[in-house]
């Protein structure tokens, strides 16, 4: 007994340290958030930055004058150019700045959107999967300091990007600086949105990649009700108000600007992070309020081989890729309907760009650019498959599945395999097939057999991409961003090679710039033969690497 209780009688309590309050520590945390993930936050900013001022600056000096740009805005006047694009504000006076807010706002708020639902994500449910978190409360440091400061990085970070593309658009650009900073201002706040409805779900699934597919689904949702609403009715109607996307567009910023819309952004942020904070405090740590489904007593017996298994853990993510490529290229497929012909003559004569883009076959070239736009979706999805490898083995379960009697060999190559043909299948039916149904819908006339060769021929250049990035991992893990680098490349020679005249070894380096101009031009066989050798030659590489290094090493 203690001194106090023999001269009182009545049991003290030993004296503990004070709780820290909810927000204790958040300024630690954020500074380490910050130190952390420069790298992830600052490439995106650039990223988007330069694009979005290179596309003001390109569109001007593509489309000088009023008959050109009018010529433009005729050719996204019909549904499927509302659908991917705005409600159309300014389309009889086609001004370098409405072609910005029509053609490139909807695209900046998803790439916004989605990059603060990942950041969310990743600082705070994921932080808890892994057990990161845990460490981390075992210190002096509040409920909510670590909520609140991946909050505070995505708001320095959209705060950033909103200041910096103010100045260079209305600088650089030349666009009206008001007109510019109420669209910008919008498109951030729809990130934030979007980052409010991202820290609602992870609240409510247990798994950080189940939190972040949840609110990229919403984002998906958004932009599809935005555009059925504005196809309904010119300028939208009350389903095009449903989405939080709309607010922004409705400011009708360089045509008849209007700040009132903006206050829905501020307030869905107001609500969504109060609800967010509700249920934050209603669950345990390292729990969700949506229970997780329960599982067999025991696996079946197929997920013994390591190709089952390897479906199984890329199962849910094809099936949502496959929803999301579905939904959009049936949408798309509204260009391809009885008038896509006269479309495409229309695009190839708005200026010497278009032409040489468009020469010899028009329509060819409009296929081909639709389906681009689905390889390249598709190349991002299969790189980032192959590299969950990376993850599986830093967190040990890739470990658990060597323990049992499969080769690396066999696992390597099993995991490839689920890829490449997951890749093969929304190649052809999430992209060509797709199309061809969207255009039944316009009463189009364009066949399956061509849809769908075209989606194929992209398939070697996505393999060499896949082999690329496998080889990247097995030999030297922490170099798997270079898998990145060569999509970027792609991306870049695909979009803007003929109009930045990009030097022949610089283009060649692009997988897709040997696939060719298929169907504007018949596919070149040794072309197509010498990327899958290409690929196997990395696939054997990544085979030797993978069976010589120690896991967790590299």
Known sequence: MTAQTVRTGVPVAPSSPSSP????????????????????LLVPVVSLLVFCVYYVTATASLYPTAADRLNRAESISNAGGVLLSGPGYGLDDYTPGAMFANEMSLWVMVFLAMSNIFHITRNTRAEEETGRAELVRSLPVGRHAETVAAWLVV???????????????????????????????????????????????????????????????????????????????????????????????????????????????????????????????????GEALVGERAGRADAAPRLAKPFWFAFRQLRTALLCWMAGCVVMFVLSGAFLGENVGEIADSLASQNSLTEKIFAGDPLGAFLRIFLLHCALAVAGFSVAAILRMKGEEEEGRLGLELSRPASRTRLLMSRLAVVVLGML??????????????????????????????AAAFAPGIAVLIAFATACYAWFPRATPVAWVLFA???????????LDLPHAVSALSPFWWVGDYPVSPVDPSHMAGLCVVAAALVALAVAGFRRRDLLTG
């Not at 309050?21 to 992830?40: H, N």
């Not at 829905?264 to 609800?275: H, T």
């Open 21 to 40: 309050s909810a927000l204790a520590g958040t300024g630690l945390l954020l500074r380490f958030m910050l130190r952390r993930d420069r790298a992830r």
């Open 155 to 285: 708001l320095i970070v959209d705060a950033v990007f909103g200041v910096l593309a103010c100045v260079l658009i209305s600088t650089v650009g030349g666009l009206a600086a008001v007109d510019t900073c109420v669209l910008v201002a919008g498109m951030v706040l729809t990130g934030l949105v979007f980052a409010a409805v991202g820290t609602v779900t992870c609240q409510l699934t247990v798994y950080g990649r189940g939190a972040s597919g949840l609110a990229c689904a919403l984002v998906g949702a958004a932009v599809l009700i935005r555009g059925l609403g504005d196809v309904q009715q010119p300028r939208g109607n009350w389903v095009s108000w449903l989405s939080p996307i709309a607010w922004t567009q409705q400011s009708r910023a360089y045509v008849d600007l209007r700040l009132w819309p903006l206050g829905l952004s501020v307030a869905a942020v107001v609500v969504l992070g109060a609800v967010a904070a509700l249920l934050a405090g209603r669950r345990d740590f």
């Open 489 to 499: 490349v792609v991306v870049l020679e695909s979009f803007f090679g003929r109009l």
């Open 425 to 454: 299948v929304l190649l052809v039916v999430g992209g060509g097939v797709a199309l061809w149904a969207g255009s039944l819908l316009s009463h189009g006339q364009i066949g399956l057999g061509e849809l769908t060769g075209c």
